[in-house]
């Protein structure tokens, strides 16, 4: 066990680096750096993580699994932490009135029926980004690029719900900046539908910079920030 201040002093620093790593990113891509928001993803480590990041002002935090970020928004919020909940993995029905109650947005939204289901849930708007499957795989989650007009249309008539735009993961043994220029493209699939929706929610630890590099408004980091994730005991 790390004892707790030097965890702390590993997360800023971890944190100082990745900050200017995503800026150095948007540099690089003649951006500016405040056009990327840094989402860091807790998942596998524990809450006192998640606090620490929030106490060191990184208040927007990813998760990928309602059954691990429930607890861990609860005990935040208990200890009067504000964090943003961005959710981020793969989202069965069932867990729709769960993860409505935490997050303030939900990345993975990839088909009408989970659209139907976090509206009803829904006791406060959330916003919305549409998961696209860049490789037509739907099993590993994410919507086919031909669906993505029906479901904007879907999620932008949903009452309780904001659709901010798109989200996806590069698919394994593709070329990051391929991925993402495809889903620039896909991004104005969804514009077309609700010009509002402009957000583009791309780029892990490996591929952050090419996703800047095509746009992206928002970076999913998780290693880059916690380290090397272990399973959790
Ligand atoms: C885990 C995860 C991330 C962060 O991945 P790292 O490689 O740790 O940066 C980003 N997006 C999703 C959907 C994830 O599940």
């Known amino acids: 066990m790390v004892p707790e201040g030097s965890r702390r002093a590993q997360l800023r620093d971890n944190l100082t680096r ?44 990813g998760e990928n699994r309602d059954q691990e970020a429930a607890p861990k928004a609860a005990e935040l919020a208990e200890r009067g932490l504000d964090a943003t909940w961005h959710f981020v993995g793969r989202l069965q029905r069932n867990k729709a009135r769960s993860v409505a109650r935490y997050a303030g947005w939900v990345h993975s939204v990839d088909r009408p029926r989970l659209v139907e289901a976090l509206d009803r849930a829904a006791e406060r708007p959330i916003d919305v980004l549409l998961q696209v499957s860049l490789d037509d795989d739907t099993s590993r989650g994410g919507a086919s690029i031909g669906d993505l007009p029906l479901l904007a249309e879907a999620a932008a008539g949903a009452a309780s719900l904001r659709l901010r735009g798109v989200m996806a993961v590069a698919p394994l043994g593709w070329e990051p900046v391929k991925a993402f220029e495809l889903l620039a493209k896909c991004s104005e699939t969804v514009r077309a539908v609700e010009p509002a929706a402009a957000e583009i929610s791309a780029g892990m630890s490996g591929d952050f910079a090419a996703a800047v590099a095509c746009g992206a408004t928002m970076v999913r980091l998780g290693r880059n920030v916690l380290g090397e994730r272990e399973p959790m005991a």
């Open 18 to 61: 990745t900050r200017e790593a995503v800026a150095a990113a948007c540099r690089e891509a003649g951006r500016e750096p405040d056009s990327v928001r840094l989402i860091v993803v807790t998942k596998n480590f524990p809450a006192a993580d998640a606090a620490t990041l929030v106490e060191l002002s990184q208040s927007d935090l």
